[in-house]
């Protein structure tokens, strides 16, 4: 049991209490010691028992509690705090907008005990009717629960990356590697996806024998000319049989229904051509292969016929770290481990972003450790040359636009990134005053995750994309493509308005650790969908390139 586990149960437990109304500060030390053993540089399983009880943050109960996880891999506490509390009740977790003592209040004096129940207490306007619970607090637990039921079985693009080969490789060996094929949401490389879709070229009759295992997965629905599973880890499985035409069913079930309607449209004498891949429809098409990613619009296809299809990023493509964080506030990783891990992958610079002061709760930046860090900066570059840290700063837009600064500390920075990271409830028009303050600016050279979504969890606020692309240009602002799989923001749909407007992006992960410089693979597909091209990605800069770009945009913009 790792660390992050471990954490979890303490989470877990921390909430459950809460939510039974027990003991307040024994769920803040469980609460607090949750935190602290994710943050942890090594793991408990692999720490000799006695040493556990010295480490900070870990005292003599939560110690044992820590024992009892790694030796039964369960606590008992916990598993009778589940077993006495109704299973809708612990699901109300998943909802933003209502944390454990709200639910308390649910649960124990609405009498609700499942979601359900509560929509329809929220469509009767009940909730107002309890303490705590105003207008707004029950019109964001209404959209709160609308968001989740709609996300129910959705996945992260992320989180399928290493599943959707393996169902692919068992299937080949079901069927034989000729008949099994991969398509739909996966291949076009979604950034959610509800089911993982394969083509088939065999009967129902002849599938479905094959999928009566000792745990066999639920039949959901069968149809004609396709089969619908549900796995047992709660994956749906959608197979398209039949022994037709592999290659047109694999062509037909890859493309948004938009790009299928359009070029069924612009090619309605085609055959479909039966080939190894549906490589071979274009080619009877005679037009350039138009990769799965970007079968999304109907565009695309006349873009295939005037040959004037990007040239898409690549992975090989990213030259840096653009927006990552170190211990000086939030991270996990020391600057200098940063750096090294940098160099490691053969990447030509950093740009370390670390959270400005109002994120205290990420342990934010005052002006004197700005300083501090600045000048651990200047030690590092001088060891590490050529490789070379950029001295930035994540800098929270505030309520009104400014950044979290003044001048005379953000002009000692290389560059600034501005980012929304509180206040999140806005209308589009205090969204909009709020980013277009900030992009104009002169200090803000990049634009941060731009809407603040979180994929499958939180929709961001609303904006109107055209302004703020349109207000990025006229200010020589870069526009984030936040690489972080639960964001991916901005969304791959506005990439080619923005690559119109002359406004250039960049690929960012948003690292707080190592591993997160792997983010970066995410954002390159995200990218892909947009039809964008290195040209238009600041992180695909080399070094000198990207000097010259900071010195030309400081210049532009008169600072």
């Known amino acids: 049991m790792d660390n992050s586990t471990i954490a979890d149960n303490f989470s877990l437990l921390s909430k459950l209490m809460d939510i039974h109304g027990e003991n307040s500060f024994k769920s803040k030390t469980y609460a607090a010691a949750a935190f602290n053993i ?33 030796e039964t891999g369960k606590l008992e506490v916990l598993s009778e705090l589940i077993n006495t509390t109704p299973p809708g009740v612990i699901e109300m977790l998943n909802i933003k907008g209502i944390g454990p003592k709200k639910i308390n209040t649910i649960w124990k004096e609405m009498e609700i005990e499942s979601l359900g129940e509560l929509l329809y207490a929220c469509n009767e306007n009940r909730l107002t009717l309890f303490k705590g619970f105003g207008e707004k607090t029950q019109t964001n637990v209404q959209e709160g629960i609308e968001f989740y039921f709609l996300n129910q079985g959705n996945f992260l693009f ?30 076009r490389q979604e950034l959610t996806i509800e089911e993982l879709e394969f083509v088939v070229a065999e009967t129902n009759d002849a599938i479905k024998p094959k999928f ?15 089969l619908l599973y549900k796995l047992k880890n709660g994956l749906k499985l959608r197979l398209y049989t039949g022994k037709e035409n592999i290659t047109k069913r694999q062509f037909l079930t890859t493309g948004s229904p938009a790009f299928i309607e359009a070029f069924e449209k612009a ?90 002061q109002t994120a205290f709760y990420a342990n934010g930046l005052k002006v004197d450790r700005i300083i501090a860090q600045q000048q651990q900066i200047d030690q590092l570059n001088s060891q590490l040359a050529p490789f070379k840290i950029f001295k930035s700063i994540e800098s929270d837009i505030l309520n009104d636009g400014s950044l979290d600064y003044p001048e005379e500390i953000l002009k000692t920075f290389d560059l600034v990134i501005a980012s929304v990271h509180s206040n999140l409830k806005m ?66 749909k506005w990439i080619e308005y923005a690559i119109e407007k002359g406004v250039l992006l960049s690929i960012d992960p948003d690292a707080h650790s190592l591993e997160g410089y792997d983010d970066v693979k995410y954002g390159v597909l995200a990218a892909q969908k947009g039809g964008m091209t290195k040209k238009y990605n600041l992180s695909s800069y080399s070094l000198n390139e990207f000097e010259e770009f900071l010195s030309n945009t400081k210049k532009k913009k008169g600072i």
């Open 267 to 356: 090619f309605p004498s085609i055959s479909y051509g039966d080939g190894e891949n549906d490589e071979a429809v274009f080619t009877e098409a005679t037009i350039p292969y138009i990769t799965p990613c970007l079968r999304e619009t109907a565009g695309i296809i006349e873009k295939a016929k005037n040959n004037t299809l990007p040239e898409l990023i690549e992975p090989g493509d990213i030259r840096s770290i653009i927006h990552s964080h170190s211990k000086w506030s939030d991270g996990a990783n020391t600057l200098e481990e940063m750096a090294d891990e940098c160099i490691k992958r053969e990447l030509e610079y950093l740009v370390i972003s670390d959270h400005s």
């Open 38 to 70: 994710e943050k942890l540089p090594n793991q408990l399983k692999d720490t000799p028992r006695e040493k556990i009880f010295l480490i900070k943050g870990i005292g003599e109960s939560t110690g044992k509690k820590v024992v009892e996880l790694l």
């Open 212 to 226: 009566q295992t000792a745990q066999p997965p639920e039949l959901l629905e069968e149809n004609e000319d396709n």
């Open 427 to 492: 209308n589009e028009e205090k969204a909009m005053k709020r980013l277009l303050t900030a992009i104009e600016n002169p200090y803000t050279t990049i634009l941060g995750h731009m809407t603040g979504r979180l994929l499958l969890s939180r929709n961001g606020y609303p904006v109107d994309h055209k302004k703020i692309i349109e207000a990025c240009a006229a200010n020589h602002v870069v526009i984030e493509l936040n690489a972080h799989p639960r964001r991916l923001d901005i969304d791959w």
């Open 158 to 187: 992320a989180q399928l990356e290493e599943i959707y080969p393996q169902v692919e490789n068992y299937l080949r060996k079901l069927f034989t590697p000729d008949k099994v094929r991969a398509t739909g949401a996966y291949r």
